[in-house]
């Protein structure tokens, strides 16, 4: 396309980079800020700049934050018995959506996976471990996807926490849980994580 | 079951054709290298969701052409069923069933279950064994779901333990746990995956020997065996044993991926004792046993592809086979053929209908096959 100006290109080159944001719908957005007040664009690119900038993890559960201690880590409302363990920061998000889970999480950063060269050492797994060695935890609940690098992470973390004094659980599945987390619903995932079940795991167990 | 219609659009060296066919024997003619194999290629890829030929899709499509499509309408009992592909390489390949988009291909695998004889098929006598666990696995996918999805789940598996291994090769204090965590998800794949195979060959063998009698000018006693570690001991303990040498070595060494079929005659390896005739033969029955395993357990009639089954065998052979593939214990049958007249004439001398097509440069030109007596109406 031909924009016959550098500038409006330059946005919108800028914009189509965004994931689902296609040249098009880029170009609607410029035209857009255009018509609108200085001002208007201003505070946008102001926001977006501030939340890069500052926006960091939590130290504790690497969940996104403004601080160095997460929202849901310094409520103190929060049931610190329990943690709940899970892939990414939209799982967070996912699972805090259903008003069902009142505990703390940790967020792994990934799937161990050995073909994409991700090993144990690339996720927050050690710092999990000294959070569960903490003696006020009870429970740690996986609630990672179903699939074979969701169970491959999930029997590894299984075996590394067997010599703490916690509870393992996994979210109940089986429910129609169509493949990733964050997409579950809400009414589906507020069931699996209140119906959540003893971990099955280690050598000569049936494999479910 | 009879596949009644079939449309090729950009397929091989068809750029466009139809065929039509109303009988259960349907017989394709033409010299080598005019397309007669890929028709029967056609219904396989339909069925299969790729070549038998193990050709990449890109190879399939016409020369200069960005696309191909095949079409089918199929007779399954009461129900008329349609079934599109349509393949532009690059992109996803979209498969659709009586109007509804597939979404998974390993769920619609099976739905038109197909067994192919091609000449080549005699290799598998000779090729590596994944040749022969790859028959294996087609047979057992077209009729059990949970094999193909279990199948899948093991590859996946087993791939991420021979990267982990890999990587562990050069460690000098590998950290094991993550190791133990894949083999247990290895468990209940490898168990279910071996006990189907292990049934499955012990079902085939009576058929085995009972089509090789059928088409073997001699009697012969024939036999295929499953060869697996897992029959002589259990996953768990094999993988523990194997850990060692496996690290050594950066990849898995035992497991249902080293399973194997070893193909008897008298007592004795195929490849080693049989003429090229008993070899053909073998291959023959196996795939006919194949056929009515199929058959028995999807309880419907699947589909037999025979290509160039007749090349180099004598009237009488012909008739023989022509015979056993018209009783009962076939449906329809496609059979191609090089010879234009040959066959027909046999046919009719056995006083049955068909339905013939001459291939001729990527077209198909329908034959009058002049009406035997008893039937009503030919085309
Ligand atoms: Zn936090």
Sequence with gaps: MSYSSKLIEQAVMALANLPGIGPKTALRLVLHLVKQQPEQTEALAQALLQMRRQIRSCRICHNISDTEVCSICADKRRDTSIICVVEGIRDVMAIEETGQYRGLYHVLGGLISPIEGIGPSDLHIDSLESRVAQPEVEEVLMALSPTIEGETTQHYLARRLSSFSVRLTTIARGVSFGGELEYADELTLGRSIVGRLPLQWGEGQNNT | ?379
């Excluded at chain 2, 299969?48 to 499509?69: A, E, I, K, P, W």
């Excluded at chain 2, 499955?200 to 009697?219: C, G, H, R, S, T």
């Excluded at chain 2, 329908?366 to 030919?378: H, L």
Aim: net charge positive; glycine share 4%; aromatic share 10%.
């Design chain 2, 1 to 379: 079951m009879n596949l009644e219609i079939l449309k090729l659009t950009n397929w091989k060296n068809f750029a466009s054709a139809q065929l039509t066919f109303a009988d259960r024997l349907v017989l394709l003619t033409g010299f080598n290298g005019m397309g007669k194999t890929n028709v029967l290629d056609a219904i396989y890829y339909l069925c299969m969701t790729r070549s038998y030929f193990g050709l990449r899709d890109r190879h399939l499509v016409r020369h200069n052409q960005s696309f191909f499509r095949l079409e089918a309408q199929v007779k399954q009992g009461a129900q008329t069923r349609q079934v599109v592909a349509k393949v532009a390489p690059g992109q996803r390949k979209e498969f659709e069933l009586d109007g509804t988009i597939v979404p998974k291909r390993s769920d619609y695998i099976g739905t038109f279950p197909v067994v192919i004889v091609a000449p080549a098929d005699t290799q598998l006598a000779y090729e590596g064994s994944e040749v022969r666990r790859k028959l294996l696995d087609a047979a057992l996918a077209q009729t059990d779901k949970q094999y193909l999805a279990q199948l899948v789940q093991f590859a996946r598996l087993l791939k991420q333990r021979n990267s982990l291994l890999r990587q562990l090769a050069n460690h000098p204090k590998p950290d094991l746990e993550l190791l133990h965590a894949i083999d247990y998800q290895l468990h209940g794949p490898s168990k279910f995956i071996h006990h189907r195979r292990k049934q499955y060959i012990e079902a085939l063998n009576p058929l085995l020997q009972y089509y090789y009698k059928q088409v073997a000018p001699q009697d012969e006693q024939v036999s295929c065996h499953y060869k697996s570690q897992l029959l002589y001991s259990d996953i768990e303990t094999l993988l523990a044993r194997k850990r060692s040498q496996d690290l050594a070595l950066g990849y898995s060494t035992a497991g249902i991926q080293r399973d194997d079929l070893d193909f008897r005659i008298d007592g004795r390896p195929l490849k080693q004792f049989a003429s090229q005739g008993q070899l053909k033969s073998f291959i023959l029955a196996l795939k006919l046993a194949q056929y009515q395993l199929l058959c028995t357990q999807r309880h419907l009639y699947s589909l037999l592809l025979l290509d160039d089954l007749f090349d180099k065998l004598d009237e009488h052979r012909v008739t023989q086979l022509l015979c056993l593939l018209l009783s009962q214990e076939f449906g329809q049958v496609f059979i191609t053929d090089t010879d234009h007249t040959r066959v027909p004439a046999i046919i009719r001398n056995l006083n049955h209908t068909f339905v013939q097509y001459e291939i001729l440069q990527g077209t198909a030109r329908p034959i009058a096959t002049s009406s035997a007596p008893n039937t009503t109406e030919d085309e």
